[in-house]
């Protein structure tokens, strides 16, 4: 039999062939397949990513417009503030040119107030001489309205109580409740009853029954009271009757129910002395400082130099009646040195009286 002859392309070689590229083929079908799972993978993962950064870009977009709001009211603020400042220090300034104006006229002024001083410690020994002269001469009878003072006793102020038409003028400010600022200040935020019963307040209450006594039945008055404003105690803007002892008590009566409040324009009582027809010819007053307003305008700045309180009693002293006598009842408070020395020029450049008022008087 002859052999068969060896043929490289037999059936069973391209068998082989073909299962060979078919594993081939295979093998790269699942590669494939797994790459593009990898693939999606690391896509997700990338843009799990990118959204994160984009959330934190955002985020710092937002702290950006937080800061730069910030900044603009941070800068706001300080322009504010370099505008308060160059105010403070404009402030200062002034107050220190004031002090040192303050300085040169206290040298020229130390001299004279001694002496004013002296004139009068010389003043009251000679009106206490008086008063312990006719203590004992006064009579109750003599008053339509009656006052006694602390243990019956009566005093002579010395002051000008005659004339046809007396007007007294009352300080209501808030500084008549107290001898000091301090006092002043707590006394002024008790309630209003608390108010009523303040010493210094209570002893221009007695002062105010004291002069209703001893007015003259012959005559006419008319009571007011000042501080930012002025009114007078009853509705009747006129002269009133001075023989009318219901009508005294009348105004005793609303003066009690008055409470100190505010600064004090004296320029306003003294207009309204001046505005008063006929115009009065006796004026006695009851205060306790110089002027802290013009005409009742609040007051821009918390306090008022010496000065200006000094230029505010002047313009105020400007408008009274001429030849009309000025009666100066002071009560005590302390720091302002000059009111003592600006009445009592007052009262002698009008031909009338000053007294400055003791602790246990009337």
């Given at each position: 039999?002859?052999?068969?002859?060896?043929?490289?392309?037999?059936?069973?070689?391209?068998?082989?062939?073909?299962?060979?590229?078919g594993?081939?083929?295979?093998?790269?079908?699942?590669?494939?397949?797994?790459?593009?799972?990898?693939?999606?993978?690391?896509?997700?993962?990338?843009?799990?990513?990118?959204?994160?950064?984009?959330?934190?870009?955002?985020d710092?977009?937002?702290?950006k417009?937080?800061?730069?709001?910030?900044?603009?009211?941070?800068?706001?603020?300080?322009?504010?503030?370099?505008?308060?400042?160059?105010?403070?220090?404009?402030?200062?300034?002034?107050?220190?040119?004031?002090?040192?104006?303050?300085d040169?006229?206290?040298?020229?002024?130390?001299?004279?107030?001694?002496?004013?001083?002296?004139?009068?410690?010389?003043?009251?020994?000679?009106?206490?001489?008086?008063?312990?002269?006719?203590?004992?001469?006064?009579?109750?009878?003599?008053?339509?309205?009656?006052?006694?003072?602390?243990?019956?006793?009566?005093?002579?102020?010395?002051?000008?109580?005659?004339?046809?038409?007396?007007?007294?003028?009352?300080?209501?400010s808030?500084?008549?409740?107290?001898?000091?600022v301090?006092?002043?200040?707590?006394?002024?935020?008790?309630?209003?009853?608390?108010?009523?019963?303040?010493?210094?307040?209570?002893?221009?209450?007695?002062?105010?029954?004291?002069?209703?006594?001893?007015?003259?039945?012959?005559?006419?008055?008319?009571?007011?009271?000042?501080?930012?404003?002025?009114?007078?105690?009853?509705?009747?803007?006129?002269?009133w009757?001075?023989?009318?002892?219901?009508?005294?008590e009348?105004?005793?009566?609303?003066?009690?129910?008055?409470?100190?409040?505010?600064?004090?324009?004296?320029?306003?009582?003294?207009?309204?002395?001046?505005?008063?027809?006929?115009?009065?010819?006796?004026?006695?007053?009851?205060?306790?400082?110089?002027?802290?307003?013009?005409?009742?305008?609040?007051?821009?700045?918390?306090?008022?130099?010496g000065?200006?309180?000094?230029?505010?009693?002047?313009?105020?002293?400007?408008?009274?009646?001429?030849?009309?006598?000025?009666?100066?009842?002071?009560?005590?408070?302390?720091?302002?040195?000059?009111?003592?020395?600006?009445?009592?020029?007052?009262?002698?450049?009008?031909?009338?009286?000053?007294?400055?008022?003791?602790?246990?008087?009337?």
């Amino acid at each position: 039999m002859a052999r068969r002859q060896f043929n490289v392309f037999s059936l069973s070689f391209l068998d082989c062939i073909c299962c060979g590229f078919g594993a081939v083929i295979l093998l790269f079908v699942l590669m494939s397949a797994r790459a593009s799972q990898i693939r999606s993978e690391q896509t997700e993962d990338l843009q799990s990513e990118v959204d994160r950064i984009e959330v934190e870009i955002l985020d710092m977009e937002r702290e950006k417009v937080l800061a730069r709001n910030a900044l603009d009211d941070v800068i706001e603020e300080l322009v504010e503030t370099r505008g308060l400042s160059r105010d403070v220090m404009a402030e200062i300034e002034e107050i220190e040119e004031e002090l040192a104006r303050q300085d040169g006229e206290t040298l020229a002024t130390v001299e004279h107030v001694n002496q004013l001083k002296t004139d009068l410690l010389s003043l009251e020994e000679g009106l206490k001489r008086l008063r312990a002269a006719v203590a004992d001469a006064e009579e109750e009878g003599e008053a339509l309205r009656a006052f006694v003072g602390d243990g019956r006793r009566q005093y002579l102020t010395g002051l000008q109580l005659r004339g046809e038409r007396t007007l007294v003028l009352v300080d209501i400010s808030a500084s008549m409740l107290a001898e000091n600022v301090v006092d002043v200040l707590r006394i002024r935020n008790l309630p209003r009853e608390e108010q009523k019963e303040a010493t210094k307040w209570v002893q221009v209450g007695r002062t105010v029954e004291w002069l209703l006594a001893k007015l003259p039945a012959e005559g006419r008055y008319h009571f007011a009271v000042f501080h930012d404003e002025v009114r007078p105690l009853r509705a009747d803007p006129g002269w009133w009757t001075a023989g009318d002892p219901d009508l005294r008590e009348d105004i005793a009566q609303a003066f009690k129910e008055l409470v100190p409040s505010s600064g004090s324009s004296l320029l306003l009582a003294f207009e309204y002395a001046a505005n008063l027809s006929p115009p009065p010819d006796n004026l006695i007053l009851l205060t306790d400082s110089l002027p802290t307003m013009e005409r009742g305008a609040p007051l821009i700045r918390r306090t008022v130099t010496g000065r200006r309180r000094m230029e505010m009693f002047q313009q105020a002293t400007a408008v009274l009646p001429p030849r009309m006598p000025v009666n100066t009842l002071l009560f005590p408070l302390e720091g302002d040195p000059m009111a003592a020395i600006a009445f009592w020029r007052l009262t002698v450049d009008t031909n009338g009286s000053f007294v400055t008022v003791a602790e246990d008087w009337p």
